[in-house]
């Protein structure tokens, strides 16, 4: 894989139905080291997104209208893309997350989450 | 319903005051829905569940809870979508956080809102009515409950070999 050049400022998607949560990643991602950040709802607009935005990295939540996250990764990754897709998700079970890394993300983080969590999840990521 | 099924919805709900708050929540005794009763407060949202279990699960707040909540979040201007908003992003968290216990079979819809006046109907599931556990959840004197309404499918199993 590809790691993004983390030495200018980087572009952030976050893809989640819940308004909250969106602008939770957002507010604590935007006094990191993101210059850029849209937001999504579901995985049909995140790919609609994509193309145009090129993020480095991606948030995404798996339990979604439209189109859920396990399907959105899948289709992310068929766009031979290089960015890192972290899942954030309620979904606890083990197996959940292990197919989720087989469909290409990079990392699954368990919600609830908080900016202590959330950082600690796209550092290590972008460092690693 | 069993008791170790509350139990994992109980868990899952502390654990959630816990970790997105500066307090932790208080959980009364769960007790069964009496059907006159409807326990529904300020906003709730309903998830559908399926595969090894059919039913529903619900989360129902008062406005103060819901508006001391906000800020924990980091949100300074409360308005009723983002309530609405909150009400389901809880009922998906604690609903989801349940299948570390009960395995991804135990597979759930996005969440629904729905007006409070609905919310005892929404719960009951359509068809064979099913029995409502109420969880009350106290958060610093807010109210709020859970409304689990659960019933174990068969899991049909391949037929063995006949050869």
């Given at each position: 894989?590809?790691?993004?050049?983390?030495?200018?400022?980087?572009?952030?998607?976050?893809?989640?139905d819940?308004?909250v949560?969106?602008?939770?990643?957002?507010r604590?991602?935007?006094?990191?080291?993101f210059?850029?950040?849209?937001?999504?709802c579901?995985?049909?607009?995140?790919?609609?997104?994509?193309?145009?935005?090129?993020?480095?990295?991606?948030?995404?939540?798996?339990?979604?209208?439209?189109?859920?996250?396990l399907?959105?990764?899948?289709?992310?990754?068929?766009?031979?893309?290089?960015?890192i897709?972290?899942?954030?998700?309620?979904?606890?079970?083990?197996?959940?997350?292990?197919?989720?890394?087989?469909r290409?993300?990079h990392?699954?983080?368990?919600?609830?989450?908080?900016?202590?969590?959330?950082?600690?999840a796209?550092?290590?990521?972008?460092?690693? | 319903?069993?008791?170790?099924?509350?139990?994992i919805?109980?868990?899952?709900?502390?654990?959630?005051?816990?970790?997105?708050?500066?307090g932790?929540?208080?959980?009364?005794?769960?007790?069964?829905?009496?059907?006159?009763?409807?326990?529904?407060?300020d906003?709730?949202?309903?998830?559908?569940?399926?595969?090894?279990?059919?039913?529903?699960?619900?989360?129902?707040?008062?406005?103060?809870q819901?508006?001391?909540l906000l800020?924990?979040?980091?949100?300074t201007?409360?308005?009723e979508?983002l309530?609405?908003?909150?009400?389901?992003?809880i009922?998906?968290?604690?609903s989801?956080?349940?299948?570390?216990?009960?395995?991804?079979?135990f597979?759930?819809?996005?969440?629904?809102l729905?007006?409070?006046?609905?919310?005892a109907?929404?719960?009951a599931?359509?068809?064979?009515?099913?029995p409502?556990?109420?969880?009350?959840v106290?958060?610093?004197?807010?109210?709020?409950?859970?409304?689990?309404?659960?019933?174990?499918?068969?899991?049909?199993?391949?037929?063995?070999?006949?050869?």
């Open positions: 894989m590809t790691r993004p050049d983390t030495s200018r400022p980087m572009k952030l998607l976050v893809v989640d819940s308004t949560v969106r602008r939770v990643v957002e604590n991602m935007k006094r990191s080291r210059g850029e950040i849209r937001l999504a579901n995985g049909r607009e995140a790919l609609a997104v994509f193309d145009q935005f090129q993020p480095d990295v991606v948030t995404l939540d798996i339990t979604m209208p439209e189109m859920d996250g399907t959105t990764v899948e289709i992310l990754r068929q766009k031979k893309t290089s960015a897709i972290l899942i954030i998700s309620a979904l606890a079970d083990r197996s959940t997350a292990v197919e989720a890394l087989k290409g993300a990392g699954f983080l368990l919600k609830p989450i908080t900016p202590e969590s959330l950082h600690l796209i550092e290590d990521l972008l460092n690693n | 319903m069993e008791e170790k099924i509350l139990k919805f109980a868990d899952s709900t502390t654990r959630y005051f816990a970790t997105v708050s500066d932790s929540a208080r959980l009364g005794t769960p007790y069964l829905r009496d059907e006159t009763e409807n326990p529904a407060l906003y709730a949202a309903v998830i559908g569940i399926s595969g090894h279990y059919r039913g529903r699960v619900c989360y129902t707040a008062t406005r103060e819901l508006h001391a800020p924990q979040f980091g949100e201007e409360c308005d979508s309530y609405a908003d909150l009400v389901g992003e009922t998906n968290t604690i989801g956080n349940a299948r570390e216990s009960l395995g991804a079979g597979m759930i819809s996005p969440p629904v729905i007006p409070a006046s609905a919310a109907g929404a719960i599931d359509a068809g064979a009515p099913l409502c556990y109420v969880l009350p106290t958060w610093k004197e807010h109210r709020s409950r859970v409304l689990v309404t659960l019933q174990p499918q068969p899991v049909h199993k391949p037929a063995p070999d006949a050869t």
